[in-house]
């Protein structure tokens, strides 16, 4: 939905809201796929379920819905009898749109300058009077082309006002940052390390989870991406919490010696779980769970020596919980259009205690202080995390975005704060992906 469209629903939404009657407008909501059933099961929920928070709702959510939303609904307001809303809203509609016949080009005549009639003001030398220019002729002899030089740049390096103002200097700032040792990692090795994908698309029938259809697509984006910032990129698909523990320290116990990095990406269900550092739990195919907590101490310092130092890096996308955020109003950042026939599924599953999974962390004293570590989740810890069964997750379709377009200039926290904006604004749900950053230096990605 474009803007000119979402601010009037914004100044019709008091009338909207006092007047709407919903009950008659599901049906034609469902006809015309402007809303999934879901998606009105949620809107009828909303608030104390009275029909004034359900129409607040249901106007809130119409802005997310594509850029057809708003003349669809009209015609469902029609077709249910509401026309004088119906007529309201089309009849402000046209009002906002611009008058193109009154707009008019200026008649513009340039301005003829001969050579002669050019005059360059500049100081007198012989007589420094403060305050005082003089002017100084140039003839048309000294305006010949033979007496300007002709800029020389050498291919492939831009000018300066290419990069618009101040864009030079950040550039070189960067460029100097990523190769100060002192406040940078130094990611030279080739290849740069190691990268395990764990990615559990289906799911044993006693565990109650349901096929996490799309998440093929986030592998295979994350696969190229990871190739081409010069990591050996290893997959493993659908492993059982034993499995993803046995591959997780199998890595952990290679010699890093000659790598400058380790990532590791787990897609996967996830739920809630007790923690000291890390929230949150991934599940295996055989529906018990591993406590992030656990994975990433299987690379502390005392299991895995030679990456001591070295930055590690975990991607989780996964939910932390069952919460679904509906968010709220905010004027000035309005959310990204989505597909109406898109079908967003959450990695969610109950809070529980399950029988003979312990998700307690090893003993406190066993646990080094956390350094070097970088931990990168989809979502807030307790809430859902949307995957799309076409396109795959929200959180890594913008993961691979940013970093294909931003990794060669940003560092790590830089693009992961790109990617938790965009994925913020998108859909009827909301989406907060956050990290736990343990790094002690910036760290640049090895690009091409």
């Excluded at 599901?26 to 928070?53: V, Y």
């Excluded at 030079?168 to 100060?180: H, K, T, Y």
């Excluded at 989809?378 to 890594?396: A, E, L, M, N, Q």
Aim: a negative charge; charged letters at 25%; one cysteine or more.
């Amino acid at each position: 939905m474009d803007e000119a469209d979402r601010q009037l629903l914004r100044r019709c939404r008091v009338q909207l809201v006092s007047e709407l009657q919903v009950a008659s407008l599901w049906d034609a909501l469902l006809n015309r796929d402007l809303f999934k059933p879901d998606m009105i099961e949620d809107i009828q929920r909303a608030g104390s379920g009275s029909r004034r928070d359900q129409a607040r709702q249901l106007v809130i959510d119409l802005e997310t819905r594509g850029s057809q939303a708003l003349p669809l609904f009209i015609s469902c307001l029609e077709d249910t009898g509401q026309h004088s809303l119906a007529s309201l809203l089309r009849t402000s509609s046209q009002a906002a749109k611009p008058d193109l016949e009154a707009v008019r080009p200026l008649n513009l005549v340039p301005a003829v300058v001969r050579p002669e009639e050019l005059r360059v003001v500049k100081q007198d030398p012989s007589k420094p009077t403060p305050g005082k220019l003089q002017p100084v002729d140039l003839g048309p002899e000294k305006l010949h082309p033979a007496n300007f030089s002709p800029e020389v740049r050498r291919p492939g390096v831009p000018r300066a006002v290419d990069v618009g103002s101040a864009g030079f200097s950040d550039v070189c700032a960067q460029e100097r940052l990523r190769r100060n040792t002192d406040l940078a990692y130094v990611l030279n090795a080739d290849p740069c390390g190691h990268c395990l994908i764990i990615n559990n698309v289906n799911f044993c029938l006693k565990s109650g989870l349901s096929t996490r259809t799309g998440s093929n697509v986030d592998c295979e984006k994350l696969q190229r991406r990871f190739r081409l910032l010069r990591f050996v990129v290893e997959v493993k698909s659908d492993l059982t919490a034993r499995q993803m523990l046995q591959a997780l320290v199998e890595l952990a116990r290679r010699d890093h010696g000659a790598l400058d990095c380790c990532v590791v990406v787990i897609l996967s269900h996830g739920r809630q779980a007790s923690h000291l550092q890390f929230p949150g739990a991934v599940y295996g195919t055989d529906g018990c769970s591993v406590p992030i907590e656990r994975i990433v101490n299987i690379f502390n310092g005392a299991s895995c020596p030679s990456l001591g130092g070295k930055p590690k890096l975990f991607f989780i996308q996964a939910c932390g919980g069952e919460q679904k955020d509906h968010g709220f109003e905010v004027v000035s950042a309005p959310p990204e259009d989505r597909a109406p026939d898109s079908t967003p599924e959450p990695d969610a599953v109950s809070f529980q205690d399950e029988p003979g999974n312990d998700d307690q962390p090893d003993a406190v004293s066993s646990l080094p202080t956390p350094s070097d570590i970088f931990v990168s989740y989809s979502t807030f810890p307790g809430f859902v995390s949307w995957r799309d069964t076409k396109s795959g997750s929200w959180y890594i379709e913008t993961l691979d975005g940013v970093f294909e377009r931003w990794a060669h200039s940003e560092d790590l926290q830089s693009l992961l704060l790109r990617v938790a904006n965009a994925v913020s604004e998108k859909g009827v749900y909301k989406q907060m992906p956050g990290c736990f950053n343990f790094l002690r230096k910036k760290l640049f990605f090895k690009t091409e």
